[in-house]
C-alpha cells in the first residue's frame, strides 16, 4: 500500500526560528509531490509542487522553501518564521499531474 | 478571486437523511472535479470525482452531480451517518494546467442522531 508520512504532528515555534517539516512517501516511485497549507477556516493553498528529484516549484512567493533530496522525501523548510506561517501543512503525492491527490496526516504549525 | 467557491461553511442534516453540498465554479476551463473529506487534524481523504463530460457519477452512498451550464457542483450522500460528520472540500482541475487543483473553502456537514 501506499503511505505518507509526516512528522512532526505538532510544531510550536517562535517567531524568528527555522522549520523544518518532512514528507515521505513508501510504496510508490517516482511520485509527484505537492506541500499545501490550510490556514484556519479556509481552503487548502498549493506552496510548493515536485515531479522528481531536484524539481520544485513554487506556487506562492513567501518565505518558505522546499526541497526533493531523494525520489520519496520532500522538504517544507523556512530560515526565519513569520506569524503568518501558522497553519496545517500537508504533504500529498499523486500518480500523474493534475490527477487525485493523497494527503500525509498533516502538521499544525503554530508560531507564538 | 475564488474560482471554486463553497458557499455553505456548514450544514447540519439527520441521520438517515440525505445531505447535499454544493459547490460552484466560474471558470470554464476545468476539465475534472474532486471531492474530499476531512476530518479535524488529519489531511484530506479522496471521495468521489468527475470528469466534465459527464454529468452523474456514483459510488455506493456517495453520488457527485455536475452541471456544467450553471457551472454547479453537489456531493449528495444517502443515506447520511454519524461518520459522515467532517468538512468536505471540492476541488476542480484547470485544462491547461497539469498539476494544480483549485480548492473550495470546505463545508462542515454535521449529522444528528
Known amino acids: 500500500s501506499q503511505t505518507i508520512h509526516q512528522w512532526p504532528a505538532t510544531l510550536v515555534q517562535p517567531v524568528g526560528s527555522p522549520l523544518s517539516l518532512e514528507c515521505t512517501v513508501e510504496g510508490t516511485s517516482n511520485p509527484n509531490l505537492y506541500w499545501y497549507r490550510q490556514a484556519a477556516g479556509r481552503g487548502l493553498q498549493l506552496l510548493f509542487y515536485?515531479?522528481?528529484?531536484?524539481?520544485i516549484s513554487s506556487e506562492v512567493p513567501q518565505n518558505l522553501s522546499a526541497s526533493r533530496p531523494q525520489d520519496r522525501q520532500f522538504i517544507l523548510s523556512s530560515k526565519k518564521l513569520l506569524l503568518s506561517d501558522s497553519g496545517f501543512y500537508l504533504c500529498?503525492?499523486?500518480?500523474?499531474?493534475?490527477?487525485?491527490?493523497?494527503f500525509g496526516p498533516g502538521t499544525r504549525l503554530t508560531v507564538t | 478571486d475564488q474560482q471554486v467557491k463553497q458557499n455553505s461553511p456548514s450544514l447540519s442534516v439527520q441521520e438517515g437523511r440525505i445531505s447535499i453540498l454544493n459547490c460552484d465554479y466560474t471558470?470554464?476551463?476545468?476539465?475534472?472535479f474532486l471531492w474530499y473529506k476531512k476530518y479535524p487534524a488529519e489531511g484530506p481523504t479522496f471521495l468521489i470525482s468527475?470528469?466534465?463530460i459527464k454529468d452523474k457519477n456514483e459510488d455506493g452512498r456517495f453520488t457527485v452531480f455536475l452541471n456544467k451550464s450553471a457551472k454547479h457542483l453537489s456531493l449528495h450522500i444517502v443515506p447520511s451517518q454519524p461518520g459522515d460528520s467532517a468538512v468536505y472540500f471540492c476541488?476542480?482541475?484547470?485544462?491547461?494546467?497539469?498539476?494544480?487543483?483549485?480548492w473550495g473553502a470546505g463545508t462542515k456537514l454535521i449529522i444528528k442522531p
Open positions: 471558470n470554464s476551463m476545468f476539465d475534472y
Open positions: 500529498a503525492r499523486s500518480r500523474d499531474m493534475g490527477g487525485e491527490q493523497y
Open positions: 476541488a476542480a482541475r484547470p485544462v491547461d494546467s497539469n498539476y494544480q487543483l483549485i
Open positions: 515536485s515531479v522528481g528529484i531536484g524539481q
Open positions: 468527475i470528469s466534465s
